[in-house]
C-alpha cells in the first residue's frame, strides 16, 4: 500500500517525517548540520539548507501536515511559501505543538486528515 499521508514535526535543528496509513508508521529523521563562520548570514544559509534537506524528505507524499513550535513553523512555512512551492501545495496544514510523542503526532496527524479528507469530499485510504 501506498503511504500518501505524512506528519512532520520540525524545528530549527531537526525533522522528524512519519509517514503513514492505517497499519504501519514509516519514520525519517533529517538534522541540521550547523556550520560555524564569520561570515554575514551564514545562520540563514544554513537554515535554507536544512529547510530543503526537510523539503526534499517530502518529496513523493501526497499530503503533508507539519507541526512544531510557533518559530520553527513560521520559518519553515515561510521558506516553503518563497523557495519551495511546488512542496507548499502538498502542505495540508500546519499545527502548532509542544514535542508531541510519535503516537501523539501520528494521532494527530490521523484526526487532521479525516477532516481533511472529509472537507475535500474524498475517502480516506486505509
Known sequence: MSLIHAVAFVDHHSAQVLQFDSTQVVERKVRAHLKYTRQHGSEVRTEHEFFAQVCDALEG??????????????????????????????????????????????????????????????????
Open 61 to 126: 507524499i501526497a499530503e503533508v501536515l507539519v507541526a512544531g513550535g510557533h518559530t520553527g513553523l513560521a520559518d519553515f512555512k515561510h521558506y516553503v511559501n518563497k523557495h519551495r512551492p511546488q512542496t507548499a501545495q502538498r502542505i495540508i496544514g500546519y499545527e502548532v505543538v509542544n514535542h508531541p510523542s510519535e503516537n501523539e503526532l501520528v494521532a494527530l496527524a490521523r484526526k487532521h486528515f479525516v477532516k481533511y479528507d472529509t472537507l475535500m469530499g474524498t475517502r480516506a485510504p486505509g
